[in-house]
T-cell receptor
Framework: DSGVTQTPKHLITATGQRVTLRCSPR?????VYWYQQSLDQGLQFLIQ???????AKGNILERFSAQQFPDLHSELNLSSLELGDSALYFC????????????FGSGTQLSVL | EDKVVQSPLSLVVHEGDTVTLNCSYE??????LLWYKQEKKAPTFLFML????IEKKSGRLSSILDKKELSSILNITATQTGDSAIYLC????????????FGKGTLLTVNP
């Protein structure tokens, strides 16, 4: 158990809908990262938050947004969902300054039908 | 664009065999190379290699970084069925701009 908590574990929804994925980092970690994993693209970095502020942005679509709250939990919002958004979404946290040594949550499996 | 390529994509061995997984990279501003193990769902950290630490070992697993050849290998000796997983290689080329690029992984299956 990495100490990173993600909910829900599974999500099935229809095209055009909006969903929210939630993540709580390990106790004491200020950084939260969101990654998307699909069979063809592998693990892709979406966005990082550090202590409530956006710190780095990767291949995140405009339909997606995220935020980190004062208690350090984070939410990833996916809207106008398309079939191609079906993937495993991971949240991870790290101990600064080792931003590459990530502790991953178990992921949310999103299926868009 | 940063690139990380792993080979083979898939590997099936018998318990007790020794395996070598490969990772090559093309990145600007290399900082470190990492190996993660992904079984079931969440990737878990195995090793981090840098210019000042090019070889790491933990039990039956070991890894070497070759900065000249821009590559790394992950060796697993005396494999066990519990080693069955996807092994991910990632390269960090961060600095002011965070960039951790993952390869697509090697699926290792260890049969009894």
């Amino acid at each position: 158990d990495s100490g990173v908590t993600q909910t829900p574990k599974h999500l099935i929804t229809a095209t055009g809908q909006r969903v929210t994925l939630r993540c709580s980092p390990r106790s004491g970690d200020l950084s939260v990262y969101w990654y998307q994993q699909s069979l063809d693209q592998g693990l892709q970095f979406l966005i990082q938050y550090y202590n409530g502020e956006e710190r780095a942005k990767g291949n995140i679509l405009e339909r997606f947004s995220a935020q980190q709250f004062p208690d350090l939990h984070s939410e990833l919002n996916l809207s106008s969902l398309e079939l191609g958004d079906s993937a495993l979404y991971f949240c991870a946290s790290s101990v600064e300054p080792l931003r590459e040594k990530l502790f991953f949550g178990s992921g949310t499996q999103l299926s868009v039908l | 664009e940063d690139k990380v390529v792993q080979s083979p994509l898939s590997l099936v061995v018998h318990e007790g065999d020794t395996v070598t997984l490969n990772c090559s990279y093309e990145v600007t501003n290399f900082r470190s190379l990492l190996w993660y193990k992904q079984e079931k769902k969440a990737p878990t950290f195995l090793f981090m290699l840098t210019s000042s630490g090019i070889e790491k070992k933990s039990g039956r697993l070991s890894s070497i970084l070759d900065k000249k050849e821009l590559s790394s290998i992950l060796n697993i000796t005396a494999t066990q069925t519990g080693d069955s997983a996807i092994y991910l290689c990632a390269v960090y080329s961060g600095g002011s701009n965070y960039k951790l690029t993952f390869g697509k992984g090697t699926l290792l299956t260890v049969n009894p």
